[in-house]
């Protein structure tokens, strides 16, 4: 795991310099982060912020964690998870289908069943 605070914010203009990336110090007072915490997730990528501190920023920011966080295998060789496919749409019914079946049948019900999600190490 590890953070791309840096690189996020090399890559997102600073509205009141007007400079093509944000500096750390505008990191820190835009967060209102400790001085100490902000320096250092901007020139420590191994320096994972706790969930109070991720909060500000996402918040500050107005973004979603997976944006400054990421994770990557020690052993180099990339592994991916993954993604179970969406059920089609036949099997999910609508809602006006729904008060139908109910209404028809009431002991009848949908089950909609998802493929099974693989399990965290």
Do not use: H
């Not at 990557?72 to 060789?77: A, C, L, M, R, S």
């Amino acid at each position: 795991m590890f953070n791309r605070i840096k690189e996020f914010l090399d890559n997102r203009p600073d509205p009141i310099s007007g400079s093509d990336s944000t500096s750390a110090y505008r990191f820190w007072k835009d967060t209102d982060l400790s001085r100490t915490t902000a320096y250092r997730l901007y020139n420590d990528s191994s320096y994972i912020p706790t969930g109070e501190v991720l909060d500000k920023i996402c918040s500050t920011y107005r973004i979603k964690p997976g944006l400054i966080l990421d994770w990557k295998p020690d052993d180099g060789v990339q592994e991916t998870t993954p993604i179970p496919s969406a059920p089609s749409k036949q099997s999910i019914p609508s809602a006006n289908e729904q008060s139908l079946n109910e209404k028809s049948s009431k002991a009848g019900s949908t089950i909609t069943v998802f493929p099974k999600l693989p399990d965290s190490a």
